[in-house]
């Protein structure tokens, strides 16, 4: 097959395998306190601004935050600034998070954010984009550039950028972090832990429940997004707590349970709660760890466990399409760069 027309899926694929290698990178790369604040005094909350893959990213950023750093963290609408009158945020660190660096709302809002008193800090993979120069500072996802159209390296790039920024305000973080990279090699990463053709179940599936816990629930986000992209299956994501106060009604045989797990003690009993009662309704139900999860010596955070479960599903997710006779790297009516407003 010549070059220009590589076979369906290799773009996605190879692009995933380079994941871990983008993540190792920040860990080495120490920023300081001051790349990430400037003149700014430490943040009293934290925004996360974005779309899509990159909002799930964000998701997991946002819950290791506020674990490591003791402040809120959560999403802001971009057309809180795009379409409206923007709010006041004097004394918040936003993170603009995007691949392309080009969607105007994100552009907008980055712009807004800057001029209503946050401190913006860019996570972006291409260079020189209108996020960055709206930003006062940019840390690069470092991904390289990303041909298939589903996100992958980047989306884990974006994990491993937002865990440098936050290893730059907590020096306890930021020692477990290079402990973590130093007894790590890039082949460590992307192991899921199942027994089960997890490929031609997501192919077989008609709807989808992905749940997860803390940065297993923004995993979560950015597995049931790949699913609608790459395989055209109804997906959607859901904490494993809210996922029992309503959506348990649809629980049934044509319902596929993806139950993400980090292996967190404090989290077991509600992951235990939602598979025993999706089970219970009669869905089938996949419980899934990454081999990173079940080390004991230099243990991942979990926003790292959170990129490493993506980075097993990616090609699980691309074989899944290709069972279905779909390309993965261009999906009929989706673009590399999305124009939102």
Known sequence: MPPDHPAPGSLMRAE?????????????????????LGPSRAPTAIYSIARGS????????????????????TTLPPSVFSIGAGVALP????LAISQSGASADLVAATKGAAQTGARVVAITNV?????????HHRIPILAGPELAVPATKSVAGAIGAGVSLIAALNPDYARAQASF??????????????????AHRIANARHIYVIGR?????????????IKECCAIHAEAYSATEVLHGPLQLGGARLLTLILDDGNPQLQAGLDTAQARFAAAGSPVLRLRSGLSLRSDAPACGAILAADMLIGLYPEICQAALILGLNPDSPDLLKKVTQTT
Request: glycine share 8%.
């Open 16 to 36: 995933a395998a380079e994941a871990p290698a983008v993540i190792l990178r920040h860990l080495s790369n120490t920023l300081s306190q001051a790349d990430v």
């Open 54 to 73: 990159s909002d799930a990213a964000a998701t997991v950023v946002n819950y290791a935050a506020m674990a490591q750093l003791g402040v809120p963290a």
């Open 91 to 94: 004394g918040a660190l936003v």
């Open 127 to 135: 260079d020189g984009s209108d996020i960055e120069t709206a930003a």
């Open 181 to 198: 990279a130093a007894q790590t090699s890039a082949g460590d990463f992307g192991h899921i832990e199942t027994d089960v053709p997890l």
């Open 214 to 226: 803390q940065q297993m629930f923004g995993a979560a986000q950015e597995v049931a997004l790949k």
